[in-house]
């Protein structure tokens, strides 16, 4: 199944994900993030993986719940460096006729470690406290 979340659009986070089933019940969705923002020199990028097992074994198709992992690249104006993020997501995915798919899901996350620098200075900004929000709404093709 071939995804995109459809809300990040609208704020200029661009992102794509390619869910595998390997098993009778479990799939691997390797992730890709762009996020920017032109005249502001904000840019991120982002490579994350989730790990789901579908309780229906239906497939791709139905309840959803497993681990995430997301590495975020900084490379803004000021800034650069690494965010690493661990996490738990679970949804639900519809298949359509003729492969159209539509999916939800809900999740939290937490920086785990962060290597992110400002300017020339090797000074390490902290991580991001406390546990982060994750919340898919994406569209996107089965085959």
Same mark, same amino acid.
């Given at each position: =199944?071939?995804? /995109? @979340?459809?809300?990040?659009?609208?704020? =200029?986070? +661009? @992102?794509?994900?390619?869910?595998?089933?390997?098993? *009778? @019940?479990?799939? %691997?969705? *390797?992730?890709?993030?762009?996020?920017?923002?032109?005249?502001?020199?904000?840019?991120?990028?982002? $490579?994350?993986?989730?790990?789901?097992? !579908?309780?229906?074994?239906?497939? %791709?198709?139905?309840?959803?719940?497993? *681990?995430?992992?997301?590495?975020?690249?900084?490379?803004?104006?000021? +800034? /650069?460096?690494? =965010? !690493?993020? #661990?996490?738990? =997501? &679970?949804? +639900?995915? %519809?298949?359509?006729?003729?492969?159209?798919? /539509?999916? %939800?899901?809900?999740?939290?996350? $937490? @920086? #785990?470690?962060?290597?992110?620098? &400002?300017?020339?200075?090797?000074?390490? #900004? &902290?991580? $991001?406290?406390?546990? $982060? *929000?994750?919340?898919?709404? &994406?569209?996107?093709?089965?085959?």
């Amino acid at each position: =199944m071939l995804v /995109t @979340n459809v809300w990040p659009w609208l704020a =200029m986070i +661009y @992102n794509i994900g390619y869910e595998r089933m390997i098993g *009778p @019940n479990l799939s %691997i969705r *390797p992730r890709g993030t762009w996020v920017g923002v032109s005249g502001y020199g904000v840019n991120f990028f982002g $490579l994350g993986v989730d790990l789901f097992w !579908h309780p229906l074994q239906k497939g %791709i198709e139905g309840w959803y719940f497993g *681990p995430r992992y997301d590495a975020w690249i900084a490379s803004s104006t000021g +800034y /650069t460096g690494m =965010m !690493h993020f #661990i996490g738990v =997501m &679970a949804g +639900y995915n %519809i298949v359509i006729a003729n492969g159209f798919t /539509t999916q %939800i899901g809900l999740g939290v996350q $937490l @920086n #785990i470690v962060n290597s992110v620098s &400002a300017g020339t200075s090797s000074t390490t #900004i &902290a991580a $991001l406290p406390g546990t $982060l *929000p994750c919340f898919d709404a &994406a569209i996107g093709w089965a085959f």
